[in-house]
């Protein structure tokens, strides 16, 4: 059963337009997530984390939002750019452990 | 930041034979190394955890004495896949947690192709 679950396998956005990335998760103890962009053939590179005991968090052109509620959070990149174009994957864990779970990935293609 | 190298970038070896996937942490101590694969479209699925000193943990699933882990320093864990079929054609990575807020650091993955 997938804990984490990235129900869109793709995304289309205009260059300078906003990217919006989706997560869904169904265990309610998990209290830290992650988004990482991952490239082909290559290892995934960290994007931006969110604690449960927040709902939002920034960093640049990134904002991740959590609602822990609905259990889904998100990813939004504004403005976008060619270069954002990758993998993203949502990854969630429990308290106390670094046994995080990966969503299935979004790829994400910015046209310029 | 935190940095874990990963060895060889890609290998294409013949069925049957042994391939052996290198991990090091660079410039911290990694007690604990997680083993990924990955399928074409598909989400980074954990294999097993290695902890220094002592033996992996492996995933419901993952065949023991098919995927041997080494860890046997701080900043060293290997993956071997042996006895290599085409089925075993993936894409291997590890990961180190790196601390703070940062979750895992990745390596930067290993294709391999059994042909």
């Known amino acids: 059963d997938q804990q984490v679950k990235q129900n869109s396998p793709s995304l289309s956005v205009q260059e300078g337009r906003i990217s919006i990335l989706n997560c869904d998760y169904t265990?309610?103890?998990?209290?830290?997530f992650l988004w990482y962009k991952k490239y082909p053939a290559e290892g995934p590179t960290f994007l931006i984390s969110?604690?449960?005991?927040?709902d939002k968090n920034e960093d640049g052109r990134f904002t991740v939002f959590l609602n822990k509620s609905a259990k889904h959070l998100s990813l939004h990149i504004v403005p976008s750019q060619p270069g954002d174009s990758a993998v993203y994957f949502c990854a969630a864990r429990g308290t106390g452990t670094y046994k995080y779970i990966f969503g299935t990935g979004t790829r994400l293609k910015v046209l310029a | 930041g935190a940095v874990v190298s990963q060895h060889p970038s890609r290998v294409i070896c013949k069925s049957g034979t042994s391939v052996k996937i290198e991990c090091r942490s660079l410039d911290f101590q990694a007690t604990t190394m997680f083993w990924y694969r990955q399928f074409p479209k598909q989400s980074l699925m954990l294999m097993a955890t290695s902890n220094e000193g002592s033996k992996a943990t492996y995933e419901q699933g993952v065949e023991k004495d098919k995927f041997l882990i080494n860890h046997a320093s701080l900043t060293l864990s290997t993956l071997t896949v042996t006895s290599a079929h085409p089925e075993d054609s993936s894409f291997y990575i590890c990961?180190?947690?790196?601390?703070?807020?940062?979750?895992?650091?990745f390596g930067s993955g290993t294709r391999l192709t059994v042909v």
């Open positions: 969110i604690s449960s005991i927040k």
């Open positions: 265990n309610s103890m998990f209290d830290y």
């Open positions: 990961s180190a947690p790196a601390g703070g807020n940062y979750g895992y650091t």
